[in-house]
């Protein structure tokens, strides 16, 4: 499926090293991965402009407010922490599109 070359993109991120080809080649051989130097290049090409912190932080914050919504809130409320929620989704949707897009 390819994740492993995005998994691969992010331990070097983590790791506050560049994202290179050499790197993410390295990394997936490393795993004992046969490694498709297409699909490599083009993670890397896709992932140049991409904040990675940005991406992570709104997939993150998702799961936050769905959990933080309260328990005995007003219906009117609760549509508009539904809205919220649902807004917060199509942000992720949208941020993981980038990254889908590397195997559409």
Known sequence: MGLEYIYAALLLHEAKKEITEKE???????????ANEAMIK????????????????SAMAAPVAVAAAPS????????????????????KEEAAAGLSSLFG
Do not use: C, F, Q
Not at 25 to 32: C, D, F, Y
Not at 42 to 57: P, Q
Not at 77 to 90: L, V
């Open 24 to 34: 993410v080649s390295g990394i997936v051989k490393a795993a004992g991965i046969d």
């Open 72 to 91: 005995g809130a007003a219906p009117a409320a609760e549509k508009k922490e539904e809205k919220k929620a649902e807004d917060e989704e199509k942000k």
């Open 42 to 57: 083009a993670t890397v090409e896709n992932l140049k402009g991409v904040n990675i912190e940005e991406v992570l932080a």
